[in-house]
């Protein structure tokens, strides 16, 4: 079946500018996460969505950073504007269950994000 | 807090040689732990997890790691290397709340297989 997919895979954009990045999961899955992984480093994460809502956005940096999940299925990643530091591979994934700490998590390939 | 220590950055075997990739953990809770590869250009694949059940968990491609709490060490094994193994390794812990999945990560570890 189909895993997680995220569109673009790759992103180029000015500093100062918007973007968004798109997460789809695995049909059926109601947990989501987001995870940020810069070059180097391990992912790490920016946002949990249980179903529609936000259950936890404790890793989100600062407030140029927002996700959305509005039907409980696709999520989008939103960046306002746009800092050098924020290039990185975006990261998603998805779980069958979010709640209780031993479930799986399937990821998607990433969205590079590149900030010129 | 939960946190992972990946020892070593880069590890470097010869095809059929053992390989191990370690992970140190500290968790204020008992921790569950995962091990995820990733190949270029590929989302994270889980190799296998630890979820306070059997202390030796086997997981996928041969590999299998070592739950040893008086040593907060979760280490991945494999007994002879293949060149497909050549990728990027992750150890992670859990989050400490039941109320969230989410995963703390260490820096990973690259392991390269020589022919």
């Known amino acids: 079946g189909a895993g997680v997919s995220q569109t673009p895979s790759n992103k180029v954009t000015e500093k100062g500018k918007y973007v968004e990045l798109r997460c789809d999961p695995i049909s059926g899955h109601t947990a989501l996460y987001w995870y940020r992984q810069s070059l180097g480093q391990g992912p790490e994460f920016l946002i949990y969505?249980?179903?529609?809502?936000?259950?936890?956005d404790s890793g989100l940096p600062n407030d140029r950073f927002f996700a959305v999940r509005p039907e409980g299925s696709v999520s989008t990643l939103k960046i306002q504007r746009t800092e050098r530091g924020d290039s990185a591979v975006y990261l998603c994934a998805s779980s069958l269950q979010g709640q209780g700490r031993s479930n799986e998590q399937f990821f998607g390939p990433g969205t590079r994000l590149t900030v010129l | 807090a939960q946190s992972v220590t990946q020892l070593g950055s880069h590890v470097s075997v010869s095809e059929g040689a053992l390989v191990l990739l370690r992970c140190n953990y500290s968790?204020?809770?008992?921790?569950?732990l995962f091990w995820y590869v990733q190949y270029p250009n590929q989302g994270l694949q889980l190799l296998l997890k630890y979820t306070s059940a059997a202390t030796l968990v086997k997981g996928i491609n041969g590999f299998e790691a070592e739950f040893k709490k008086s040593e907060t060490s979760f280490h991945l094994t494999k007994p002879s290397a293949h060149m497909s193994d050549a990728a990027e390794y992750f150890c992670a812990v859990s989050g400490a709340s039941s109320n969230t999945g989410k995963l703390i990560f260490g820096q990973g570890t690259t392991l390269q297989v020589k022919p």
């Open positions: 968790s204020s809770v008992p921790p569950y």
């Open positions: 969505f249980q179903g529609t809502g936000a259950a936890d």
